[in-house]
């Protein structure tokens, strides 16, 4: 028996199930975000992830001084209000390097999540296949 034949025999519509279906994905959904929000180490998370995410976005906001500005007068400083971090051997502002490091963490961190979500779908799979010539040189003596 198909689908539509059941719903008739049921007394329902097919706009009467897509209905029922958003009501039912609206309530997955919901749930899924209560169990998120209980558990503390999600939510932590998330808050953390969110702190290095707008440090990274406005970085030359937060950061005072150049992350590559070299000042030997001041190489190895201890933490000041000049310097929140001190200063390293060459001295450079270690707060502004960390800060501007941010960034580049983030955009590593989205470009590997974007290569998953690519070979996820097989298209790097498919690239490697056609590279690959079935030999193995390498074990080769």
């Known amino acids: 028996m198909d689908v ?11 706009e009467d199930m897509l209905q ?3 009501k039912l994905a609206k309530e997955q959904r ?3 975000l209560r169990k998120f929000l209980y558990n503390r180490q999600s939510v932590m998370g998330l808050v953390i992830f969110v702190v290095v995410l707008l440090v990274a976005i406005f970085a030359p ?8 500005a070299v000042d030997v007068a ?3 400083q201890a933490p000041s209000k000049a310097h929140w971090f001190g200063t390293d051997s ?5 707060f502004s390097r960390v800060v ?6 983030m955009t590593v ?5 974007l290569d998953l979500r690519v070979s996820r779908t097989g298209h790097w799979i498919v690239l490697l296949g056609q590279l690959d010539d079935g030999q193995h040189h390498d074990a080769d003596l």
């Open 4 to 14: 539509s034949a059941t719903m008739r025999n049921n007394g329902e519509s097919p």
């Open 20 to 22: 029922l279906q958003r």
């Open 30 to 32: 919901e749930l899924k």
């Open 61 to 68: 906001l937060i950061a005072r001084q150049s992350p590559y």
């Open 74 to 76: 001041h190489r190895l």
């Open 90 to 94: 060459l001295g450079r502002d270690l």
């Open 100 to 105: 501007y490091g941010a960034r580049i963490s």
């Open 109 to 113: 961190g989205l470009f590997r999540w």
